[in-house]
């Protein structure tokens, strides 16, 4: 494939002139392409980018492990991650778990009394991200072209380029849905364009750090804004569970994007003696020796290793304090595992640093967490699914608003319905529409 990355629109009248265009690809779109054949078109451009030699992919795992700072090898398995979520059966399960009638999003459907309606999406949705992992544009793509929304990216400048990358792949399979995803970028303090863009769009979706979502909503205080912020990650090994099961599945999940995003777990609490919790803090320190040979991690900017260097050496005080604690540490600090009985769930700086703490019950166990310092992403449950307490445990992690359960090792795999703060990631875009009105 000889894909060409569409331009970034970076100005008003090169925004303007995109609008336009996907504008009437949407109208095309909107009268003549199914929900299936969306599906279809998605789960063919994702497996492209699944292929090892993809020139496209190829460039852009350079670009990022220059520009994040992370080993090649680590972002190859993200892609694999996020673009392997994207397949024709995980794609229909969306619609069916989240639309109530699938065939509404297809053409107007019989609402009663002789009146004829149809689910859609805002004609323009506007999305502003994070830059801590790659990938975060592709579900929010995914989710607008399946409702027929016009989606306007504005990725992080620390990566801007996977958005127009993969929508380049998208013109190969249909110009219109590629003509949809609208790539944008401007400078902090651009008043003119964010402007421009809050105008134009019915749906405005912020991802990113407190501060800058504060910043942002508290320009536009009349206006309706999803803001997804920070959120912390953490692990749990039940007393009916093997620890020794779990540690390779951990320490992929510490390694997996330096521990920057939010499905990063910052402790793992461990039920039982204390001699559960001692033993997987060893057996996490062999695992992670053998991802750092494998992965070596690359040094970060000074203000993030200034952060990881204040923890390990607060660290080190601890353990020099307390005898319970102790910490395993890889050559030159490539790791570091600490165990700590009584620890809080806070977040720690990543870049492959952990806690591991003992708890001697579920009571404390979740103290633990309605005490977290923000609010609850992920929790990698050590715990055969089968088990009895499974199904106990996850219902009381969903009632602290936990939004992702899984098996240790997936945590930074989530499939493509999950969104941060819990929501749906389509039904919530989908409004009915009568066709009197104007889509």
Known sequence: ??????????????????????????????????????????????????????????????????????????????????????????????????????????????IGNGRH????????????????????????????????????????????????????????????????????TWRAGDMGMEKLVFEQAQRVELTGSDSTMRSMVSRHPRRPIVTRGSRISFGVVPRESDTDQWK???????????????????????????KRAKRLARLLGIALSRLE?????????????????SFLDVVEMNCARDRESFMVRGRGDGFAVH?????????????????VAPVADRGELFEHLRNAQMPLAAVGLGLDSQSNAYVDLSAGFEDLGVTLICEPGRMQQPPIQWAQDGHRRLADMLEWRTVEENA
């Not at 599945?249 to 003696?273: K, R």
């Not at 040979?293 to 260097?309: F, G, I, K, S």
């Not at 165990?339 to 806690?355: E, F, N, W």
């Open 1 to 110: 494939m000889g894909l060409k990355s569409p331009a970034s629109a970076t100005s008003a009248s090169a925004l303007d002139q995109a609008l336009r265009e996907a504008a009437r690809a949407r109208t095309r779109v909107l009268e003549t392409v199914t929900t299936a054949e969306i599906i279809e078109i998605l789960a063919a451009a994702a497996r492209v980018w699944l292929q090892p030699h993809f020139a496209p992919r190829t460039r852009m795992l350079a670009m990022l492990a220059r520009d994040l700072r992370m080993p090649k090898a680590l972002l190859e398995k993200g892609f694999d991650a996020v673009f392997g979520a994207i397949n024709e059966e995980a794609l229909q399960h969306l619609v069916d778990s989240e639309v109530d009638d699938p065939a509404a999003l297809d053409g107007p459907i019989p």
């Open 117 to 184: 309606a149809r689910l859609l999406g805002p004609r323009v949705v506007f999305h502003s991200l994070a830059g801590n992992v790659p990938g975060l544009s592709i579900p929010p793509i995914v989710a607008a072209l399946l409702s027929r929304s016009i989606c306007i990216v504005r990725d992080s400048d620390r990566q801007p380029h996977l958005t127009a990358a993969f929508a380049a792949t998208l013109a190969e399979y249909s110009q219109d849905l590629a003509a949809m995803v609208i790539p944008a």
């Open 248 to 274: 390779d599945g951990f320490a992929n999940d510490i390694v997996m994007y330096e521990g920057l995003g939010c499905l990063t777990p910052h402790v793992i609490y461990v039920e039982g003696p204390d």
């Open 293 to 309: 040979a494998l992965y070596p991690r690359v040094p970060r900017d000074l203000p993030a290793e200034t952060r990881r260097r």
């Open 339 to 355: 165990y700590r009985p009584q620890s809080a769930l806070a977040m720690g700086p990543g870049l492959r640093c952990i806690v």
